[in-house]
């Protein structure tokens, strides 16, 4: 297959790419990418990214940020950061790209454990986890041409062990390759409207 893996240059797209680039032709799209760049937050420029790359097969996605910091003092716009980015932005690439994708074409994109393993500075993942979730649920209802979707909820992932682990007292970190066999699953599989946890 020919797949977009959009976010593909960060900790969880690195490894899904080299996870699923024996088997697939892998384009990968990013924010700071020179060879696909994609801001998801733009349609203009997701958009441009689908022209860019032309037919393609499957999406992956593992791009999108949001706010982490304290409840107390976090504005409506730092929110918003995580539902512009991590949530609207990738529906966005599901809402473009569906006319686009192959028959029998899937979708997957990126929530996580903060949604149902909430932690203090996490309010604005657990949010944006929360509607991709649902987006994901609902769409699958509604897609055409046999195209599925599914989204990959990783755990605490052993490469941001360093940076996270602090914040998640108590919580295993998940192998790398639990969390890309939950994307190659989604990829190569054949079940839609999913939420496959990675942890
Ligand atoms: N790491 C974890 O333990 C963990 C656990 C659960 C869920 N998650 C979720 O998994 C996803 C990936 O996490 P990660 O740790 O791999 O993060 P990361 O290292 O920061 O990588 C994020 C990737 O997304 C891209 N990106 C961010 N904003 C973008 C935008 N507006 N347009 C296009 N690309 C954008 C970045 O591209 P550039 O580098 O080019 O900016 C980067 O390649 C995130 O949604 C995160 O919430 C992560």
């Known amino acids: 297959m020919r797949i977009i893996a959009v976010g593909g240059a960060g900790t969880i797209g690195k490894a899904v790419v080299a ?54 003092t ?17 529906i966005r690439l599901v809402l473009l790209g569906r006319p686009l994708i192959s028959d029998g074409g899937s979708f997957t994109l990126v929530s996580g454990y903060l949604l149902n393993d909430p ?3 996490g309010t604005s993942f657990a949010v944006a986890n929360g509607g991709i979730e649902g987006f994901v649920r609902a769409a699958a209802l509604n897609l055409d041409r046999g195209i ?3 989204a ?24 790398m390759d639990t969390i890309t066999s939950a994307f190659v699953r989604s990829a190569e599989g054949w079940r839609t409207g999913e939420i496959i946890r990675a942890w």
């Open 19 to 72: 996870a699923l680039s024996d088997q697939h032709e892998v384009v990968v799209a990013g924010r700071r990418s020179e060879a696909v760049p994609v801001d998801i937050r733009s349609t203009d420029s997701v958009r441009a990214m689908y022209q860019q790359v032309g037919t393609f097969d499957a999406l992956v996605s593992t791009a999108g940020d949001a706010h982490f910091g304290p409840f107390d």
């Open 74 to 90: 976090m504005t409506e716009a730092q929110l918003a950061r995580g539902i512009e980015s991590k949530l609207l932005g990738q």
């Open 119 to 121: 932690i203090p500075l």
């Open 148 to 150: 599925r979707i599914n």
């Open 152 to 175: 990959v909820s990783p755990g605490m992932a052993e490469d941001s062990r360093e940076e996270f682990a602090d914040f998640n007292p108590g919580r295993l970190p998940v192998p």
